[in-house]
């Protein structure tokens, strides 16, 4: 019977480390190469693994801490902090680099967003201040305040091209481990609950949401969320203050996060002047770019997202509607669909940012913010958009601080030897359990289904017929295909400009990849030619056409007066 149990143990200790790597190769690929439909859900393979490893410590404790898998990750845990730390974050901004650059190759990078931002950079290299024709002929600081582009815009002279914006995002999203390891080491003992949290940031499926769409500078704000955190508490007044400036540069709506840091510093950090300081920053930097300096280059009277407001058109037509029937806040904040949308967002750290009150303020501010705004815009409330970069860390940072809490209360309550050892290890479980249950499908899913598309599109011979456009020639494009052709002057959406579609240089459309239209396609370029444009081009799948306009004049793109499309 123990031989029996002995060759047991070997082989489950084999299939345990197999399955380990195959549970970590889920990271950047589902297996679509040998199986027809993909393996791509890691939450139940996470499930099955740990219902093994239980099963073979059962079969033979004694010999647990001798098993391939164990003594591998004992192996690894001996490494230095820092090299374990550059590790995920280099391999984390690799999954999100590799995954970003795909997606673009695959046409499913935007022309909203990810061609916007393109563009204006490199009109600013050009000498046109951040002008936008996607945004509707403005200057950009009018759609999205977003001076950070300023520090993006030298790299443009060395390399202008749109991989930047997606290596970029992929890297502050991989380096942000590296201030959120010194939160945690600074509020927990334990080295096994510090690396807990940075697992489970390598694991977010909001970070995800964030990461691995269309470059959006709101990421940036993961990383300076957490170093302006940990200068806080570290009282280095100085460098907070410029990372918090950095963070009013990313985006108009980072105000909301900087009072937010005003209540908390005041009320919890006891720095009564700075804290005020940072409130008045706050309230005064909103009122001056959404009043002045956002109307003034979007040329409209006011905020131009004064329309996602749920209850009327003013702060003041909002404020009175509440006053007169409260109940409309319950179906503002405690809807179905907001309920999922904060489990999604607190139940895989356990809840345990619940634990820390005094860190309330912190994620509470940008959550009302998003609440209020996803009634006109849904976008704002899931975890599948760029959103959740102004909430998440401080859900994280809450959660250290909750854990931390829960640690402390149970060894002062339960003096017991190493009670603070297993609850650490019981927290980080539970931590690792929850990430892995929400973490649903793989990266592989998403870098198989992109390689999957860029062949099936023949992504390759559309980025090579798009060169018969000349550089510089005004375009109008299907709204997939423009951030490959952003680096012009004059470059439309066709499904979102109706009435500038006709009076560019050129016309670009793919039958798979228009949005509006898609049923009447063939209609569509029947117009196109009794309008005297000339095709150029059209591929032998009769998907791709690309047409000359012969009657364009540049003074009608000129001089028509801009103004943002929303």
Request: aromatic share 18%; hydrophobic share 50%.
């Amino acid at each position: 019977m123990n031989k029996f149990k002995k060759i047991l143990t070997n082989l489950l200790d084999q299939f345990l480390l197999a399955y380990f790597v195959f549970l970590l190769s889920f990271f950047i690929t589902d297996f679509v190469f040998i199986f027809k439909e993909g393996i791509s859900n890691l939450s139940v393979h996470s499930v099955i693994f740990i219902f093994l490893l239980g099963a073979r410590w059962y079969l033979d404790k004694a010999s647990f801490d001798n098993s391939l898998l164990v003594k591998s990750l004992k192996y690894i845990s001996k490494l230095g902090d820092v090299k374990i730390l550059w590790f995920l974050s280099l391999v984390l901004a690799f999954i999100f680099l590799y995954i970003g650059i795909m997606r673009h190759f695959a046409f499913s990078s935007a022309g909203i967003d990810m061609g916007v931002t393109d563009q204006a950079i490199w009109n600013t290299v050009k000498g046109r201040l951040f002008f936008s024709s996607i945004d509707g002929n403005i200057n950009h600081l009018g759609a999205h305040f977003e001076p950070v582009l300023f520090l993006i815009a030298p790299l443009y002279f060395i390399w202008p091209n749109i991989i930047i914006l997606i290596f970029l995002q992929a890297f502050a999203v991989g380096l942000a481990v590296f201030p959120l390891y010194l939160i945690a080491k600074e509020r927990l003992k334990s080295r096994f609950l510090v690396f807990t949290f940075i697992l489970a940031y390598f694991l977010s499926r909001p970070l995800r949401g964030a990461g691995l769409l269309d470059f959006h500078t709101d990421v940036f704000l993961i990383p300076l969320a957490f170093i302006s955190y940990y200068l806080l508490i570290t009282k280095r007044t100085f460098w907070s203050v410029i990372a918090i400036f950095l963070m009013l540069c990313c985006k108009e709506s980072a105000a909301v996060l900087v009072f937010a840091y005003g209540i908390f510093s005041f009320i919890c950090l006891k720095r009564y002047r700075f804290g005020l300081a940072l409130l008045v920053l706050a309230i005064a930097w909103w009122a001056f770019v959404t009043n002045f300096v956002m109307p003034h280059f979007a040329n409209t009277k006011v905020y131009p997202y004064l329309k996602w407001l749920p209850f009327g058109a003013t702060y003041t037509e909002n404020i009175l509607a509440v006053i007169k029937n409260p109940a409309l806040l319950i179906n503002l904040f405690f809807s179905n669909d907001k309920l999922i949308y904060y489990a999604k967002l607190f139940v895989p750290l356990g809840m345990l940012s619940f634990l820390s009150p005094q860190h309330y303020v912190l994620f509470l501010l940008p959550i009302a913010f998003q609440a209020i705004g996803s009634i006109n815009h849904p976008g704002m409330s899931t975890i599948t958009s760029h959103y959740p970069a102004h909430v998440l860390p401080f859900i994280f940072i809450s959660a250290i601080c909750g854990a931390g809490r829960l640690v402390n209360f149970i060894r002062n309550k339960f003096p017991v030897k190493d009670i603070e050892k297993r609850v650490s290890i019981c927290l980080a479980a539970i931590i690792i359990f929850l990430s892995l249950f929400f973490f649903g499908k793989s990266d592989g899913h998403k870098l198989s289904k992109f390689i999957h598309s860029a062949k099936q599109l023949h992504s390759s011979e559309i980025r090579m017929a798009l060169k018969n456009i000349p550089e510089g020639a005004s375009v109008s494009a299907v709204h997939r295909l423009v951030p490959h052709l952003t680096h012009r002057k004059y470059i439309y959406i066709w499904e979102n400009s109706p009435d500038s579609r006709y009076l560019t240089k050129y016309v670009v459309l793919h039958r798979q990849l228009i949005e509006s239209d898609k049923e009447r396609f063939d209609q569509v370029i029947i117009e196109l030619k009794e309008r005297g444009f000339k095709e150029i081009y059209n591929d032998k799948y009769n998907d791709l056409f690309i047409f000359f306009n012969p009657m364009y004049k540049k003074e009608f793109l000129e001089n028509r007066q801009g103004r943002i499309i929303i």
